[in-house]
T-cell receptor, first 113, second 113 residues
Framework: GNSVTQMEGPVTLSEEAFLTINCTYT??????LFWYVQYPGEGLQLLLK???ADDKGSNKGFEATYRKETTSFHLEKGSVQVSDSAVYFC????????????WGAGTKLIIKP | EAGVAQSPRYKIIEKRQSVAFWCNPI?????LYWYQQILGQGPKLLIQ????????DSQLPKDRFSAERLKGVDSTLKIQPAKLEDSAVYLC???????????FGQGTRLTVV
């Protein structure tokens, strides 16, 4: 069945550092891929998405590219800020799983000033 | 465009009491989801509706949880009777169709004492 694996946290970085959070998936067909962010005490917000191979999703300085050959959707940002501290979830939606969101375990990101 | 609305934001009840949560999805969204998120974990799907029909409720503890979406718009989730382990954030999400991105409400934080 479909599954998502993302790197364990917490990830601790200094402000202005480069960020990568790894996400790999297992799925048949061509699922859509998402990154959601959850700030402390808040609900989940869609950060970015990609719906087909080689698509690049981007938002608020974050980027992720749908890599079919490596089944990956790694999240990157060139220069993180303290306000980026949150939990980041990688997820996919595909026909095989009845279009339910299949979630990674989440990665807590801590940015120190 | 208004987002997904949920109420209440917070609820504290004693075990064995009942509680209900309400969700109003984004206007025109056919698919509605209820998730349970325990602190430190990813969301767990409880039930998925397509219009007013249930697509998947395989992880809904049906002996105590019930959900309805009678007119295919807003939805209620009920727990009766509540247990201590039901303490969690209950998230509602909606998407325009099953294969499109889901948007989440702020959630209801339930504490069972």
């Amino acid at each position: 069945g479909n599954s998502v694996t993302q790197m364990e946290g917490p990830v601790t970085l200094s402000e202005e550092a480069f960020l990568t959070i790894n996400c790999t998936y297992t799925a048949t067909g061509y699922p859509s891929l998402f990154w959601y962010v959850q700030y402390p005490g808040e609900g989940l917000q869609l950060l970015l998405k990609a719906t087909k191979a080689d698509d690049k999703g981007s938002n608020k300085g974050f980027e992720a590219t749908y890599r079919k050959e490596t089944t990956s959707f790694h999240l990157e940002k060139g220069s993180v800020q303290v306000s980026d501290s949150a939990v980041y979830f990688c997820a996919l939606k595909g026909a095989e799983s009845n279009y339910q969101l299949i979630w990674g375990a989440g990665t807590k990101l801590i940015i120190k000033p | 465009e208004a987002g997904v609305a949920q109420s209440p934001r917070y609820k504290i009840i004693e075990k064995r009491q009942s509680v209900a949560f309400w969700c109003n999805p984004i206007s025109g969204h056919a698919t509605l989801y209820w998730y349970q998120q325990i602190l430190g974990q990813g969301p767990k799907l409880l039930i998925q509706f397509q219009n007013n029909g249930v697509v998947d409720d395989s992880q809904l503890p049906k002996d105590r949880f019930s959900a309805e979406r009678l007119k295919g718009v807003d939805s209620t989730l009920k727990i009766q009777p509540a247990k201590l382990e039901d303490s969690a954030v209950y998230l509602c999400a909606s998407s325009s169709q099953m294969n499109t991105e889901a948007f989440f409400g702020q959630g209801t934080r339930l504490t069972v004492v």
